[in-house]
């Protein structure tokens, strides 16, 4: 009995002690998966962004998808928004647009900070 038990505690000790390591993936790798396995939809938001898949058949498929059901989306789904003077649909309100600028102009003020004090301590 003692040895049984002394193989039941390797096992276990074996099985903490691996680790799962997940792919590396990024952004891209995303997008490519999602049109090439929801054959031409787009995950919330996507539609306006200018991503460029990297095969060419998820470029197609892409160009099919924005061609033949771009304007039924935007006649079926109006969210208040309204248009570009270009004609492109708005997909942020003013108030979103003003906060991602207030908070990209605290991201560059941080980082010149940042760099004037680095500058400072080299100079001392």
Same mark, same amino acid.
């Given at each position: 009995?003692?040895?049984?038990?002394?193989?039941?505690?390797?096992?276990?000790?074996? +099985?903490? *002690? *691996?680790?799962?390591? %997940? %792919? !590396?993936?990024?952004?891209?790798? @995303?997008?490519?998966?999602? @049109? *090439?396995?929801?054959? $031409?939809?787009? %995950?919330? $938001?996507?539609? +306006?962004?200018?991503? /460029?898949?990297?095969?060419?058949?998820?470029?197609?498929?892409?160009? &099919?998808?924005? &061609?033949?059901?771009?304007?039924?989306?935007?006649?079926?789904?109006?969210? $208040?928004? =309204?248009?570009? %003077?270009? =004609?492109? /649909?708005?997909?942020?309100?003013?108030?979103?647009? !003003?906060? @991602? +600028?207030?908070?990209?102009? +605290?991201?560059?003020? /941080? #980082?010149?900070?940042?760099?004037?004090? #680095? #500058?400072?301590?080299?100079?001392?």
């Amino acid at each position: 009995m003692t040895s049984s038990n002394n193989k039941d505690n390797s096992i276990s000790d074996d +099985r903490s *002690s *691996s680790k799962i390591v %997940p %792919p !590396a993936i990024d952004t891209s790798d @995303l997008i490519n998966f999602h @049109l *090439s396995h929801f054959q $031409g939809t787009y %995950p919330l $938001g996507m539609e +306006r962004l200018d991503v /460029k898949p990297t095969d060419n058949s998820e470029t197609e498929l892409s160009e &099919n998808h924005n &061609n033949d059901n771009s304007s039924e989306h935007d006649e079926e789904y109006d969210d $208040g928004l =309204g248009y570009y %003077p270009d =004609g492109t /649909k708005r997909t942020l309100t003013d108030e979103q647009i !003003a906060f @991602l +600028r207030a908070s990209e102009l +605290r991201q560059i003020q /941080k #980082q010149q900070q940042q760099q004037q004090q #680095q #500058q400072q301590q080299q100079q001392q």
